[in-house]
């Protein structure tokens, strides 16, 4: 009798726990080692993106052991698109600058730039926001920037090459590694948002700690040292670009948060 109401008690327990107190809530996920992004959304049946924003990160390839993510549940409105505005908005607790961009309908770097924020992360509670327009204009193309426009990068895929610039002046260049067929890097317009000495990277397939002197553009896209391979001049990378370690190093001092960074074939 003992050993049947023991048995009934563990079943009972391993139901109250496996069922949330909520069910209209949402799921929370513990990450474990090893885990990333994509595998976690492809378990619940959300994307990447949707998870990245309902828990505010900047970088989907940077997740740590450990870290609560909450998981979006079916019964949340889908996602519209956002609408442009414009005005002023205060930091409430848990916001951050990606998911207020999103709510307003603009783009991180723009929302930084319009409050003259230098780190996306780094947002306090009561902060006043200024809300720029949703058609911020594109950054002029450098082919036709004028002389003396400042600092910008250009990565020419065809070629594999990365070229600094000082207006219409290259001041540096180094062969470099992009994305592999299956994993292009992303052509366009873009500027750097922010700036990590070393960041880990984690992506199917692949874990990389400590990856040096790294500049996101775009997502979790980056300019970024390497270590594990030398084979700069042909594509290598799961998108990013990879730089040899020392001109990663020239460029991370060179190029401040804004820079803008030109991709093409």
């Not at 609408?83 to 908005?89: A, D, H, I, K, R």
């Amino acid at each position: 009798m003992r050993k049947i109401y023991a048995t009934t008690l563990a079943i009972l327990l391993c139901v109250l726990i496996a069922v949330p107190v909520n069910a209209q809530g949402p799921i929370v996920h513990i990450v474990q080692r090893g885990e990333n992004l994509f595998r976690i959304g492809l378990r619940y049946g959300v994307t990447v993106d949707v998870l990245a924003a309902a828990n505010g990160i900047l970088n989907p390839n940077h997740i740590y052991a450990g870290q609560r993510l909450i998981i979006p549940t079916g019964s949340a409105p889908a996602p519209s698109s956002p609408v442009p505005s414009t005005g002023t908005y205060v930091v409430r607790p848990g916001d951050t600058l990606f998911r207020i961009a999103l709510r307003h309908g603009v783009s991180l770097w723009s929302l930084a730039r319009a409050n003259g924020i230098q780190n996306p992360s780094l947002i306090y509670v009561g902060q006043v926001l200024r809300i720029p327009s949703g058609s911020v204009s594109t950054p002029p193309s450098p082919s036709s920037a004028p002389a003396h426009a400042g600092r910008w990068i250009d990565v020419d895929l065809s070629a594999q090459r990365l070229t600094a610039y000082e207006g219409s002046v290259p001041v540096r260049t180094t062969l470099v590694s992009t994305g592999l067929p299956q994993t292009p890097t992303p052509t366009g317009q873009y500027r750097i948002y922010v700036k990590y000495l070393y960041d880990d990277m984690a992506g199917p397939g692949y874990y990389l700690p400590n990856v040096p002197f790294v500049m996101y553009f775009y997502r979790g896209y980056s300019l970024h040292g390497t270590y594990w391979h030398n084979n700069f001049g042909r594509p290598m990378s799961h998108g990013c670009v990879n730089l040899p370690t020392p001109e990663a190093q020239w460029l991370y001092n060179w190029a401040p948060v804004g820079t803008l960074v030109n991709i093409h074939y």
